[in-house]
């Protein structure tokens, strides 16, 4: 590595953001709850459990979650309605944008004191769960919840250590939004359906509007993925096994990948992660200068980010975000869609019934879906999806952008591809590899080894 300092560096000198702020209110120590956690075994599904009960007196709970400020907004909003329908209860909130919140989350689950309802990523539930531990089966509380809302196939997903451990709030995969409002001043009036259109917008941006514009602008996690993409379009097999984490792809086929990504970067179709840092620090991309006035004019994202970084943008460039085409880069359609995110009760609260009463009224319920709309995706749960749609809540951009994910997305991910120890932002083996590319402008086989070896570390087979 070069003596510039990068953002894995940066965030290693100045430490792990700490678990502040994540105490549960109406949780109890994990002491108190030791009893209910159990390890993996071949027991049936649980059943519900009758005892449980709404407390007639006041109740304190907490919930948590990451997001945009549209999605924030929607949170609260709903949760105030909640809060009027039950008088009795109070609920504190504790959110903030994705960067650093799963080692804050990671923290609080270890220490058991997070909140009593989590947002939770797929992945979590084998990274911090797998053995059933940190999240309640919410099979046990369907006399509040009402699990017949999901398809199983999306249950499924969620279920683990023989628990269904959260509940799926939407399904999603990356696609491309532009601004079109910047390719139009670059003399450009069509989304990239190619990879040679990637290639001359860098090239037309460059030249047109000047070495400070880009196409794109992706940080080294969305590389990756990306770059998964690429190699799943190529080669037509998924980037590792879903079950078993068992590496698909060789030393060569990867090195390659990493060499698409760096031609991006020496096209001009996005920018060097030196430059961007430099500039912005650890500044996400959509709050960002260079996107909010259109330098960056495009991203691969979460179909359900259309709304985060539409809004993001100033008045000039607002009108010309644009859903973009999923593009092939070989003779197959490649990518993956998930699990979005869940939510999941902690078995450290004491107010399990109440916990699962709101995640119902947030997901199920008429007033608190049409509340919640398309602000964590496209609602997964039949009857949320129906509440929003009857209220107008499904926001245009994130229907269009999750019907071309899920129509055009085949392949599978594995749970150790989001393990925190390789996409961490700042500090994970996936920004270790491509800070290194960018800053000392090396191939995929200098680097290649380096993502190997954190794959390995966290539970990959590497063939």
């Not at 109740?59 to 909640?82: L, P």
């Not at 970084?309 to 975000?321: E, I, R, W």
Request: aromatic fraction near 10%; charge should be negative.
């Amino acid at each position: 590595m070069s003596m510039a300092i990068s953002r894995r560096d940066f965030m290693k000198v100045t430490g792990a953001v700490g678990a502040a702020g994540l105490l549960a209110a109406c949780g109890g120590n994990s002491a108190a709850s030791s009893s209910a956690a159990s390890t993996a075994s071949s027991a049936p599904a649980a059943s519900a459990d009758e005892s449980l009960a709404l407390s007639d007196g006041p109740v304190s709970m907490t919930i948590s979650w990451w997001g945009g400020d549209s999605r924030h907004e929607a949170y609260q909003n709903a949760i105030k309605e909640f809060q009027a329908e039950h008088t009795n209860i109070t609920i504190e909130p504790t959110f903030a944008a994705w960067s650093g919140w799963e080692e804050k989350m990671a923290a609080a689950f270890i220490a058991g004191n997070a909140q009593d309802v989590c947002q939770v990523n797929w992945n979590w539930l084998y990274n911090y769960s797998a053995d059933g531990s940190k999240f309640v089966d919410l099979n046990t509380v369907s006399k509040f919840l009402d699990l017949t809302q999901w398809d199983d196939a999306a249950l499924d997903a969620c279920y683990v250590a023989n628990a269904q451990q959260c509940v799926p709030v939407s399904m999603t995969g990356r696609i491309f939004f532009w601004n079109m409002t910047t390719f139009n001043k670059a003399g450009i009036t069509e989304v990239p359906k190619s990879l040679d259109d990637l290639m001359a917008a860098g090239k037309a941006f460059q030249e047109k509007l000047g070495d400070d514009y880009y196409p794109m602008h992706l940080g080294a996690y969305d590389r990756m993925i990306l770059m998964v993409f690429y190699l799943e379009s190529k080669y037509g097999k998924d980037w590792a096994d879903p079950v078993t984490s068992t590496l698909n792809y060789t030393e060569d086929e990867i090195a390659e990948g990493i060499d698409f990504i760096k031609s991006l970067v020496d096209g001009h179709v996005m920018m060097n992660l030196k430059t961007y840092y430099s500039a912005n620090s650890d500044t996400a991309t959509h709050q960002s200068n260079e996107w909010i006035t259109g330098k960056i004019a495009g991203i691969f994202e979460w179909d359900s980010a259309a709304s985060k970084y539409s809004s993001a943008l100033d008045d000039a460039n607002k009108d010309g975000f644009t859903v973009g085409e999923e593009i092939k880069f070989g003779d197959n359609n490649g990518g993956f869609s998930k699990v979005s995110m869940g939510l999941a009760i902690t078995k450290t609260s004491q107010c399990v019934a109440e916990a699962a009463t709101l995640i119902n009224f947030l997901l199920n319920e008429e007033k608190g879906a049409s509340i919640m709309g398309s602000e964590c995706g496209i609602p997964a749960s039949k009857a949320g999806l129906a509440a929003a749609q009857a209220a107008g809540a499904v926001k245009d951009l994130v229907a269009e952008a999750n019907a071309k994910v899920m129509a055009f997305t085949t392949n599978k991910l594995d749970p150790l591809f989001e393990n925190n120890d390789l996409k961490a932002s700042g500090t994970g083996i996936y920004q270790e590899v491509f800070d290194t590319v960018d800053y000392d402008g090396v191939s995929g086989a200098d680097v290649v080894d380096t993502l190997l070896d954190g794959m390995e570390s966290v539970g990959y087979t590497i063939g």
